[in-house]
């Protein structure tokens, strides 16, 4: 079928809480949206890794299957079919494990000639302008006033549109997006960070990203997060005792050597150099 045959049949919209999640691989028997209210989460799916993170958006289609592990995320959620077709089977499917699957009822997987996005998955590190439209759509399923279904799936299917249009041409709003990135590594900065990982967040290619950076941050992605670091290592230089490598490990450098070179080629002297110098003028 086309995109304009896409006639959603929502099965579930509501706000879930998962306290944990384990990691189990997760087979998905319906099509989902998942938009992250709080916490953080981190799921993987086809080789890919992504963060959900608040304000993030992970779609994916029937048929696949996922990992999602967290310590504690709240979610709103919808489980739907593209059509009406199995508009019979109202339930909606729950966490499914692989082990499960052939013991739950079949649905008929659709797929869709016109849009690659609705046959695979789709994530979008900073998705606030689809809040509202999911909330609007909850809403309607919950009050379930007369054609309840009807003005649910009108609206899905608008949200679709929204989506399908982000995944041929990218966000509009890019500058909110590299800003939600740069949140991202000034919160992350001490942990293992790559373009390949940031890039995944962000919905755009690793090149496109370091030209967003490039854009609205003067930089790229990899010299970003390095700054961030340094000035990091800088406020413990001046404010503590500790060794160049604990200071090295905390701020996210995988080496000592690593941390001191740069250090030095950015700042012009070196740490210990920087700390006899600046420490005692606090």
Do not use: W
């Amino acid at each position: 079928m086309n995109f304009c045959d896409i006639n959603p049949f929502i099965r579930f919209a509501e706000y879930v809480f998962h306290p944990r999640l384990p990691e189990n691989p997760v087979f998905v028997k319906d099509c989902r949206i998942l938009y992250v209210i709080s916490g953080e989460a981190e799921l993987f799916i086809e080789n890919q890794h992504y963060e959900l993170i608040p304000n993030s958006l992970f779609y994916c289609s029937a048929g696949h299957t996922y990992i999602m592990q967290s310590s504690g995320v709240k979610i709103l959620a919808l489980n739907f079919d593209l059509t009406q077709r199995d508009n019979v089977h109202t339930e909606f499917y729950p966490r499914i494990s692989l082990s499960d699957k052939e013991h739950i009822p079949s649905i008929n997987l659709e797929t869709v000639d016109d849009s690659e996005f609705i046959n695979s998955h789709l994530f979008i590190a900073n998705a606030n302008d689809c809040l509202n439209p999911l909330k609007k759509i909850l809403n309607e399923f919950s009050m379930q006033k007369i054609y309840y279904r009807e003005n649910s799936s009108a609206l899905l299917k608008n949200l679709l549109v929204e989506l399908h249009r982000y995944s041929i041409s990218g966000t509009p709003n890019s500058a909110t997006t590299v800003s939600q990135i740069m949140d991202y590594i000034k919160n992350h900065y001490d942990k293992p960070l790559n373009n390949e990982m940031l890039s995944a967040m962000s919905g755009y290619h690793e090149y496109h990203l370091n030209r967003l950076f490039m854009k609205h941050a003067g930089t790229s992605v990899h010299k970003y997060i390095l700054n961030i670091r340094i000035n990091e290592a800088k406020k413990l230089l001046l404010t503590t005792e500790q060794s160049l490598a604990f200071i090295a490990e905390k701020v996210g450098f995988n080496s000592n050597t690593h941390f001191s070179s740069y250090f030095k080629q950015v700042i012009g002297i070196s740490p210990l150099e920087f700390r006899k110098q600046f420490k005692n003028k606090l």
